[in-house]
């Protein structure tokens, strides 16, 4: 979970970067798209990815649990 709170703002920068990018490359003398980002934008997309998270947590956890410790321990490679 801390891995996810330090890359989601990282992942805002580079989403940002790619935005401008690609309207930038289709922008041409016929026509403009503008480029407009909202807050609630921002906040939308780490909740989804909070979310997403969490739920891989919960079913890794699960798994995890299900596991015998003892006979997990005693094969060998």
Do not use: H, N
């Amino acid at each position: 979970m801390l891995l996810t709170l330090v890359a989601i703002p990282v992942g805002w920068v580079i989403g940002y970067g790619f935005g401008w990018l690609l309207i930038q490359a289709f922008s041409s003398d016929l026509y403009r798209v503008p480029f407009v980002i909202e807050r609630a934008t921002y906040a939308k997309a780490a909740l989804v990815v909070l979310l997403a998270t969490a739920a891989s947590a919960l079913i890794v956890r699960r798994r995890v649990d299900g596991l015998d410790l003892v006979a997990v321990l005693k094969t060998r490679d």
